[in-house]
């Protein structure tokens, strides 16, 4: 029976061909549901690593990553701003920054804000500055990026390269790429200040709705 | 047994994927830029290699030769999906560094050519050794490239190795300390640098073992 | 190498023996290169001869390891001198006081890869010195783009030999106090162009930059030695300048504020070495000249467009290999009409005289 089956198989290529195809088709729905729920779960673990990273000195017990608002940012791109509470007030929050132009091309920042409008700390996303030189803005590569945090537009700092009269440092043998990444840092701030009222209020203006979560927040907060 | 042993040797040195064949050039070049991602990218191919060598050597009296490469591309890129949502779901760091290259997996001439030139002919048994065969001699091959590159490169060897492997196989990575490292060999030129010069030195062993064979079969012709 | 002549165009046989041998061409070069190795020296001090003897040497030492590895005969190539031309460009176009281990690297690596893995002198695709100044480049770019202020030998600010073996052996790198930035540097940095008495100064060489390439004039001097004995046929470095030249020119005209001007992209950088010492080594160039008009051409336009746009102040070795590339290609497309021969490689047509003979 087996060997009729088969050999009409043979017979017929297109039926033979759509046989297999169905069995992969199959294989791989198996294989998606198997992995499905863990992939979702190690994507959110990525994204609340790198929060976790840049919101490290900002007291929270709430996870950003699902406490989200989206702003405009005025030209026309929206940017998602990831929260961070404890005990419901919102005690800063996390976004990512699209800088100007460094030596090889925009360099992508996560920028994490305290309440007070100082830098918590500063990650560079993705980038691409030259090796070896311009690729210090990476926290691997050096600390320089840790310079930034505990700073803001009212500590009195001088957003600037030294070369250019400010207060950080650029590396040996490269200054645009420096220069830029303080530059998109000192702009995310501004950012900050301006939205700051729209950021922080316990009321989520776009989301609200749609979470329920930040409803129920104010009044666990009033009453701590 | 002695076809064994001929697969056998002719996957790890004979008929090695990257230095005898020349196959799969792409992923040879890309991801060696150090022996962990060459070792990862190796294994993941090693268990492409041999699952579709089973499965084509299972169907091989099914497929009629008319919609044989169509079904084998099915096959082969199933595998890889699968390869690559596992992989996601449970390498996850891994993943990340890899994760560019798993789907061109599915474009390594290497794998088609073991379909059609080895398993769609012989038993799954077989066909299974010379998938593992193959694969681990690609896995060396990617892994002694990307030893080079990352030596010479950055002064390390397996780094990150605890990440694919776990904690237990730190003991593998290797730092120089005050060595400052040619970028230009971690860089894509690099590798063609690194594949050059190690295919000329395995090709000047082959001419000496050749030298030294002839020379050997001369005396035994000289002595009768 | 047999098949090159200056400046003609290949023709059929029979031909005259021209009694140029390679080590007469290499003493040419060398003594052409002198004006430019001496103002160097002079200008950067005891730390630049240091650095010219460690890239002769290392190229030299890789040389012969490359032929004794190769089982060639030492005398085959080492004498003739090509081996010190290629160190001697390569530790002109590094950075003046690099430390020590920076011209040894880039002249084995200029001799093995850039070289002796072709099969040595006449078959390497790419310019062998130009490929080790871009490994150098990528690798090390720190090293590399560390430029120091001209420091004349004997004056006040030099350092003394001693100091000088510090300044190359020594694990520190030149304090930031003579560190300074190229004429080019404003092209990405932003900032005044040089004009006026700056441009001056950049005819004489005493500006920051590469061991040999800031005197312009010293450069031209062996230029034009090179052609007056037609060592180097002046279509490349006519159009490699020209072309550089006209770009500068037209883009400078469009917004000055943005585009240099013309006549520092001629004089800053590497642009006068490039054009009579690098593009024109006959190994990697083509053999007509109208090939050598459009591989200058393509080499000023290369430059031209790196500095400008791309990702590296300087792109004369990047535009030199490109088109050392690419010269097959240009000779295939301007090959000259065989004797006998239409341009398509057709036999002539027969033209019948019309007195019926």
Redesign the interface.
């Known amino acids: 029976m087996s060997t009729l089956a088969t050999g009409g198989l043979r017979q017929r290529p297109g039926l033979l061909l759509g046989a297999f195809a169905l069995g992969c088709s199959a294989l791989l729905g198996a294989g998606d549901l198997v992995t499905r729920a863990e992939i979702r779960l190690r994507q959110a673990e990525d994204l609340r690593h790198a929060l976790d990273q840049t919101l490290a000195s900002v007291p929270h017990d709430n996870n950003p990553a699902d406490d989200t608002v989206a702003v405009d940012a005025g030209n026309g791109k929206t940017i998602t701003i990831y929260r961070a509470r404890q005990g419901g007030e919102i005690s800063g929050v996390a976004f990512n920054w699209v800088g100007e132009a460094g030596y090889g091309g925009p360099i992508t920042l996560t920028v994490g804000v305290a309440h007070d409008g100082r830098i918590a700390s500063v990650r560079v996303l993705s980038h691409s500055e030259t090796p070896g030189l311009g690729d210090k803005i990476d926290v691997r590569k050096s600390d320089w990026i840790r310079a930034f945090d505990g700073r803001g537009l009212d500590t009195g700092t001088r957003w600037a390269v030294r070369k250019d009269g400010g207060d950080f440092d650029q590396f040996a043998g490269a200054t645009i790429t420096p220069r830029a990444v303080v530059g998109a840092v000192h702009d995310s701030l501004r950012f900050y200040a301006a939205q700051r009222e729209r950021l922080l209020a316990p009321q989520a203006p776009a989301s609200a709705g749609r979470e329920g979560e930040p409803a129920a927040v104010p009044a666990k907060g009033s009453a701590s | 047994m002695s076809e064994a042993r001929r697969v056998i040797r002719d996957g790890l040195w004979d008929n090695n994927v990257v230095f005898g064949q020349m196959l799969g050039m792409c992923p040879t070049l890309a991801t060696t830029g150090s022996a962990t991602n060459g070792l990862g990218m190796g294994l993941a191919t090693t268990v492409v290699l041999v699952c579709s060598g089973v499965l084509v050597s299972l169907f091989r ?4 030769r ?2 044989r490469i ?2 084998y591309v ?2 082969m ?2 595998i890889v ?2 390869v690559d ?2 992989m ?3 390498m ?1 760091e891994l993943h ?1 560094v890899l994760g560019l290259f798993i789907p061109l997996i599915v474009v390594n001439c290497a794998i088609m050519g073991r379909a059609e030139a080895f398993a769609s002919k012989r038993t799954p048994g077989i066909a299974a050794l010379d998938g593992l065969m193959m694969g681990i001699g690609f896995t060396l091959a990617l892994m002694v490239l990307g030893g080079v590159r990352e030596a010479i490169g950055q002064g390390t060897l397996f780094a990150d190795a605890s990440m694919l492997l776990g904690e237990r196989f730190a003991f593998l990575e290797l730092r120089l300390d005050d060595y ?8 894509p ?1 690099g590798g063609f ?1 690194a594949l ?1 010069f190690l295919v000329a030195a395995r090709q000047r062993m082959l001419a000496r073992a050749r030298t030294r064979a002839s020379l050997t079969n001369g005396d035994a012709v000289a002595g009768a | 190498m047999t098949s090159w002549t200056p400046n003609r165009s290949p023709v059929a046989a029979p031909h005259v023996h021209g009694r140029t041998a390679i080590p007469q061409v290499m003493r040419t070069v060398l003594l052409a290169l002198l004006p430019a190795t001496a103002t160097g020296v002079w200008l950067f001090g005891w730390p630049a001869l240091n650095m010219i003897v460690l890239s002769i040497a290392g190229c030299v030492a890789a040389e012969a390891a490359a032929l004794a590895i190769g089982r060639r005969a030492l005398a085959h190539t080492l004498g003739d001198g090509s081996a010190v031309v290629t160190g001697l460009i390569l530790a002109l176009c590094l950075p003046p006081w690099a430390p020590w281990w920076l011209p040894l690297l880039g002249g084995a690596f200029a001799i093995v890869v850039g070289k002796q893995v072709f099969g040595g002198l006449g078959q390497n695709v790419l310019n062998p010195a130009m490929l080790a100044r871009v490994a150098l480049l990528v690798s090390f770019p720190l090293e590399m783009t560390a430029w120091v202020a001209p420091q004349p030998l004997f004056s006040a600010a030099a350092p003394g030999f001693l100091e000088s073996l510090a300044i190359t052996f020594g694990a520190v790198a030149a304090p930031d106090a003579v560190s300074a930035a190229t004429a080019l540097a404003p092209l990405k940095t932003g900032g005044e162009f040089a004009a006026g008495p700056a441009l001056i100064a950049l005819g004489l060489g005493t500006v920051p930059g590469s061991l040999g390439e800031t005197s312009a004039l010293a450069l031209l001097a062996g230029g034009a030695l090179l052609i007056a004995r037609r060592i180097v046929p002046w279509q490349i470095p006519a159009a490699l300048l020209g072309t550089l030249a006209l770009l500068a020119a037209i883009f400078n005209q469009i917004d000055p504020a943005h585009y240099a001007p013309p006549l520092l992209h001629l004089l800053g950088g590497s642009a006068l070495m490039c054009a009579f010492f690098i593009a024109t080594d006959p190994v990697g160039a083509p053999v007509t000249p109208s090939g050598r008009l459009i591989f200058g051409a393509g080499i000023g336009a290369l430059i031209y467009a790196i500095r400008t746009w791309g990702g590296y102040p300087e792109g004369v070795a990047f535009a030199v290999l490109l088109l050392n590339a690419a010269t097959p290609l240009i000779d295939h497309l301007v090959r000259p009409r065989r004797y006998g021969r239409l341009r398509s490689g057709a036999p002539l047509p027969v033209i019948r005289r019309e007195d019926g003979r």
Not at chain 2, 61 to 64: E, Q, Y
Not at chain 2, 180 to 187: C, N, P, S, Y
């Open positions: 009296n099914v497929i009629a008319e919609v169509a079904i099915l096959l890129s199933s999906t699968l949502m596992t996601n779901a449970w996850h990340k400052r490292g040619v970028l230009l060999m971690i860089l030129p640098l050059g």
